[in-house]
């Protein structure tokens, strides 16, 4: 076993698990943080992606123990009470999620390609999601919401 | 049907923002691996090494000593416990569907889909064996170490090696792999057609097998109550929903269906391939009963690649009868559907022999169909089943007898278009078709495409070293589905409208756009409507979704409950005011009285109800056979880098006739997946095996190409609301069409492209080695490109 | 995935005690080809040893006509830095191509490497460029380094540093990605420095590979044309569902000549 400490939507958890736990097993299963989901097993469709120190990571291509000391953001530690993160709102906005299963993990890549370029180009956000699949939506409204959030993002500071 | 008046109808055509949105943005939604249970155990598969292999011997002994391993359990457990195979309701049954028989024209056999099969593993990946054991971990070990043997026999991967004879045979009961040959159309009046024609084009097609590819991989929770007997399974499906899933997974089990509760909340994606059961979740709640404890089961994606319903795999000959002026004649075409192992559905199939003649006025036609086992997995329906294969061939082969006879290919099509004076037009197999304005779609589509732009960006791109190429298709599809829909209304007096249906969504909106429904045919804020789904519990009738029925089903079953639910309120405000029920309107949403000055909402009636210890609350059922037919076109333009072969979809434009659109934000969503998943089959998506061992060498997302957000066109897309006349509300249906259409239109787009060098024809998926390859056969002279990929077929061999 | 031992070693000698003392024991470094490994159980680790914590891994400095870049490096950082992109601007461009964000967040240049996936974008680099390898205990040069598919010469034990890239005069990779993976189905790396021509082919063989026919060609004469007759025997070549022997030997010829071209066309900045 093994003993990590992590601070998951700024709050310290800390708990023994077996080394070869993931993160998003650890993130999942000893949290209850069921936001961020599995969509495939060789790290291509993204819907694993948190925020680690606010890079953008695939969960189920990290062991627990390599975030020991990390600071995790989910899904689930986006939205304030009742009232949606602007990415969050622009999604819905722009009805940018059907099912809703890739969806997590496409705002998690977002808020970094965000961060990293405050008022991305449409092919900044196609390049920029390349680590995300979606067999809803064909893009087109998940490039529009990431376009959106961006500028409501920048309005808000 | 009498029309709902619309004049009222404020919700109705709003781009109403997503009920279901909170809950996924925020990471609260339900999938089928979001439910655990204190004491659960876990169960894995062991799957079958062998495409086509007799099973000789299990031997589980190690395994079953091996750490935490509660069980292993194999097909003959599964006998010695009476299991039944699953009924898959394989062969279409509704009034309109098409009728197709066995050989000779008996009933069809469609195998026997036993839960684990203890004769044969008939595909690749098939489960022969289960492991149940406290972590997953542990039940994987112990499913490596279960030793079986097998005698391998030669596998079947093509339909056309089934039928040879001394093919080996997928199952004793069809000793030559056929377990469907109908014929449609009359026969007599083609050949005559044919006879007299000045021109004939006839070609072959394949269209590949793919994958509808979810991103939320099978997974589901299984348990089982002692003490009352009943069982649960927390799971995400689709397609035909939980009240028939329930009947099927109970009747596989040899239980009483009341015992069993289906949960399926939030499902991540589906596109056809859940709407079948799956033999894990069944043996998940057998095993629940069998060791006492809850089983979780969760697929791998590789697991989910190997073994999860596939689509399409049509191989189509077909062939069109012309006079000289460009009119079409008659039409002849014989389809061979691949159905895998074991038959889960016929549905493509018969979906498809009714519109081989598309949008157009074909006045004779006839179809041989037919179905073919062999060991690859059992083919479902997938968005928009049997529609994108015949509208590929039909749509190709105009393009081709345009290119032949010197047409201009958009003026070969309006020639022969079915005008709207014409409908209700049947076509020459018999199918009934609703209403449409193909034209009208057709200069819509070039519209927003741009058409006149074409030949500028053709240039520009020629500059850049780029063949341009300008496609187009027509499409036309049937939406029938599941005839029953029942509406469960009930106000309650805290002021909520209940609306319990028997849908099953997967990213449809059905929680807004059934709300939105409700809210104007009751007159009702959108806020206070609940659509409640997906629970067994409180979901007893209904259809599910699949084939476009939802929207139009269950609007058609609320329009149908409204007014019993109105009359109720007026009895009631009756009561209240003391005044003759005659003496009270519904008007603008509130019940009134002339005789009385005080007036009521729906909610405040439903206080006074409770007050009275009543309840506003009606059940309604509805059975609605007639099909209708959803229509459109798409324009696209390609890109090819002719060194590489490396295609560039550009330009994406489509136009959909959905009838009355509810929800147009929702609807143009799902016409842009719709058209994603038909890129994927024309220019990324297909199964390859080895042809060594049968073992699929495309099983995870780095082998098999899907589009992507850099490999999609920005997409254009209108709506066309031609109102259905066969529904109180005028609907047709959204979210397979564009599938249907794009296919065409991008192979279309790509042999314009390429025309230069003589190439006709390109196989799907036209992938950059199909496209280089098929620019150095032209090159060198070689016809191989205008040949189908899959072997030829006699007429009634 | 089997159960391991985890260790987080602080120095790169106590990484190779601990790695030395296992049964099997694996080094991990960011992960991004081991963890999918373990998962599937290809790879089956008793010790599991994370060089994480090991300081002077990761870093990119400039030393005269070198470029040495840390092996703990993200593909984020080689591909966003300026002093990538200032040095050896289509190293900067070919990881920022590799993968994708998420993953290049995680996959470092030593894991990367190390695993010496045969259609990898990484190797082509190293090669072309005439790169060095260093690890804890020598310098291995990259041609001898990159031995057969997901092999390489590195010994039991011995822990990549940093790799040192000679600036070229000019360099330019092009790559045709299979659009699954987005790994290389052909990729060609051409660099050249003080007249000499390097070109390396990642994707087409078991083993990323030197051209050496072009090489002398383009020694002669650094353009396209000059390339334009050579043509790769199909033989030897990678034959999967993606490419036959003689596509890939054709898009060696295209993605070179596209590769001469676009490194003529960016000399080497001041």
Not at chain 2, 409 to 438: C, H, K, M, W
Not at chain 3, 86 to 97: K, Q, T, Y
């Amino acid at each position: 076993m093994a003993r990590v400490s992590i601070k998951v939507n700024g709050k310290d958890e800390a708990c023994e698990i077996k080394p070869r736990t993931l993160l998003v097993e650890f993130l999942r299963d000893h949290l209850g943080l069921t936001g961020t989901h599995v969509g495939c097993d060789t790290t291509q469709c993204g819907c694993c992606i948190v925020l680690i120190d606010g890079k953008a990571v695939n969960s189920c291509t990290m062991l627990a123990v390599q975030a020991n000391g990390a600071d995790v953001t989910t899904i689930e530690g986006l939205a304030d009470g009742g009232k949606l993160h602007p990415m969050q709102a622009a999604f819905r906005e722009h009805h940018a999620l059907q099912c809703g299963f890739c969806t997590p993990g496409f705002i998690m890549s977002a808020l970094e390609l965000v961060a990293k370029k405050k008022n991305p180009t449409e092919a900044d956000i196609r390049y920029g999601l390349l680590g995300n699949m979606c067999r809803c939506t064909g893009y087109e409204n998940i490039i529009k919401a990431v376009k959106a959030g961006a500028e409501a993002m920048a309005r808000v500071g | 049907m009498n029309q709902v008046d619309a004049s009222s109808f404020h919700e109705i055509g709003r781009s109403v923002r997503r009920k279901e949105d909170f809950r996924l943005l925020t990471g609260k939604g339900h999938f089928a691996d979001d439910y655990n249970m204190p004491g659960q155990a876990w169960t894995v598969m062991v799957r079958s090494p062998h495409a086509h292999a007799r099973i000789v011997r299990i031997d589980a002994a190690k395994a079953r000593a091996m750490p935490g391993v509660l069980a292993v359990f194999s097909g003959a457990d599964c006998a010695a416990d009476g299991l039944r195979p699953f009924n898959h309701n394989a062969v279409p049954s509704t009034k309109y569907d098409m009728k197709l028989t066995g050989p000779g024209g008996g009933s069809v056999f469609v195998g026997r889909h036993m839960l684990l099969p203890a004769d044969k593993a008939r595909y690749f990946g098939e489960a022969v064996a289960m492991v149940v054991a406290e972590s997953r971990e542990q039940a994987e070990d112990a499913a490596d170490a279960v030793a079986v043997d097998y005698e391998p026999l030669r596998f079947l991967e093509r339909t056309e090696d089934a039928v040879v004879p001394g093919a080996p045979a997928v199952w004793d009961e069809a000793p030559n792999n056929v377990l469907v040959d109908a014929f449609f159309g009359d026969h007599a009046a083609t050949e005559r057609a044919f006879a007299a024609a000045d021109h004939v084009i006839g070609h072959e097609f394949h269209v590949g097998r793919i994958m509808p590819l979810p991103l939320e991989p099978r997974a589901g929770l299984a348990h089982y109550d002692a003490a009352s007997g009943n069982y649960t399974l927390y799971f995400s499906t689709g397609g035909p929903g939980i009240v028939r899933q329930r009947r099927q997974f109970a009747a596989a089990l040899a239980i009483d269906q009341e015992k069993l509760r289906l949960v399926a909340l939030d499902t991540g994606g589906n596109f056809g391939t859940k709407n079948r059961p799956y033999v894990e979740h069944a043996l998940a709640l057998w095993a629940a009963r069998k060791l006492g404890r809850p089983i979780k089961y969760r697929a791998t994606r590789h697991e989910s690649m190997l073994t999860e319903y596939q689509g399409r795999d049509l191989a189509t000959k077909v062939e069109l009868a012309m006079r000289k002026d460009g009119r079409f004649l008659a039409m002849r075409a014989e389809n061979v559907m691949n159905v895998g192992a074991h038959c889960v559905s016929l549905s493509p199939l018969a979906k498809g022999a009714g519109l081989i003649t598309g949008s157009y006025d074909i006045p004779a036609a006839t179809l041989r169909a037919r179905g073919i086992f062999t060991n690859t997995v059992p083919n479902n329906v997938m968005r928009s089943s049997g529609r994108p294969e015949v509208t590929f061939a039909i749509e190709r082969l105009i393009d081709m007898a345009a290119a032949e006879f010197g047409f201009d290919r958009i003026a070969l099509r309006r020639q022969n278009l079915i005008r709207p004076e014409q409908f209700p037009y049947t076509n020459a197999v018999g199918s009934t078709y609703d209403s449409a304005t193909f034209e009208a779609n057709m200069d819509l589509g070039m519209k927003i495409a741009d058409w006149g732009g074409y030949e500028k960006r053709r240039q520009e791109a020629a500059a850049r070293g780029r063949l341009r190429g300008l496609g187009f298709a027509n499409y036309i599809e049937s939406s029938t589905g599941s005839p029953r829909e029942r509406a469960e209304i009930t106000v309650t007096p805290t002021g909520r409208v209940e609306v319990v249906l028997g849908t099953q969504p997967s990213g449809q909106s059905h929680e807004t756009s059934f709300a939105q429904v409700a809210a104007d045919l009751l007159c009702v804020p959108i806020d206070n409507v609940e659509i409640i789904l997906g629970d067994t519990e409180v979901v007893k009738e209904g259809g599910g979704s699949h084939s476009g029925r939802s929207m139009r089903h269950a609007a058609t079953v609320l329009s149908l409950a409204a007014p019993e639910l109105i009359e109720q309120g007026k009895a009631l405000a009756a009561d209240i005011l003391g005044v003759a029920p005659a003496d009270v309107d519904f008007a603008a949403g509130r019940f009134v009285s002339t005789r009385a000055n005080r007036t009521f909402d729906f909610l405040e009636l439903a206080k006074e109800a409770q007050a009275r210890g009543g309840v506003l609350k009606v059940v309604k059922d509805n059975e609605m056979h007639t099909p209708v037919f959803p229509n459109g076109c798409a324009v696209c333009e390609v890109e090819v880098d002719p060194a590489t072969g490396r295609v560039h979809l550009t330009r994406y434009a489509a136009v959909d006739d959905v009838g009355r659109c509810i929800n147009p934000m929702t609807v143009d969503g799902q016409t842009h997946g719709s058209i994603a998943h038909g890129v994927g089959e024309a220019l990324f998506e297909q199964i390859c095996l080895d042809p060594a061992s049968g073992r699929p060498l495309t099983e995870s997302f780095e082998e098999y190409g899907m589009p992507s957000s850099t490999t999609l066109p920005p997409l254009t897309t209108e709506i066309v609301e031609v109102l259905s006349p066969t529904n109180p509300l005028g609907i047709k249906s959204g979210s397979e069409g564009a599938t249907a259409g794009a296919p065409a239109a991008i192979i279309s787009g790509l042999v314009d492209a390429l025309k230069d060098f003589g190439i006709r024809d390109i196989a799907m998926p036209a992938t950059p080695l199909a496209v280089w390859q098929a620019i150095e056969n032209a090159k060198a002279g070689s016809q191989a490109n205008n040949k189908a990929r899959h072997g030829s077929w006699k007429w009634r061999a | 995935m089997d159960d391991f031992n985890y260790h987080e070693p602080r120095t790169l000698a106590e990484a190779a005690v601990v790695l030395h003392a296992a049964r099997n024991g694996v080094y991990i470094a960011g992960g991004m080809s081991l963890i999918p490994a373990l998962k599937h159980r290809r790879v089956r680790p008793s010790d599991l040893i994370d060089l994480r914590l090991i300081d002077g891994l990761a870093g990119i400095r400039r030393e005269a006509d070198t470029l040495v870049i840390g092996a703990m490096t993200k593909h984020a950082d080689v591909a966003g830095l300026d002093i990538v992109r200032n040095s050896i601007p289509d190293l900067a461009r070919l990881v920022g191509e590799m993968a994708d964000p998420s993953v290049r967040n995680r996959a470092t240049l030593g894991g990367s490497i190390a695993h010496a996936d045969p259609a990898s974008d990484y190797p082509p680099a190293l090669l072309a460029l005439e790169a060095i390898i260093v690890t804890d205990t020598r310098r291995i040069a990259a041609a001898e380094f990159f031995t057969g598919p997901f092999t390489t010469g590195l010994r039991k034990g011995e822990i990549i540093t940093a790799v040192n890239f000679p600036i070229p005069d000019n360099a330019a990779y092009v790559k045709f990605a299979n659009v699954a993976s987005r790994y290389a189905i052909v990729g060609v790396f051409v660099a050249r420095r003080a007249g000499k021509v390097c070109v390396a082919v990642t994707g087409a063989k078991p083993c990323v590979f030197r051209f050496g026919e072009m090489e002398r060609a383009l020694e002669n004469s650094f353009t396209p044309d000059a390339i334009k007759a050579i043509v790769m025997s199909a033989q030897g070549l990678t034959a999967d569902i993606h490419g036959t022997p003689e596509y890939r030997a054709h898009l060696i010829g295209v993605m070179a000549q596209r590769a001469v071209a676009s490194a003529a066309a960016k000399p080497r900045p001041a």
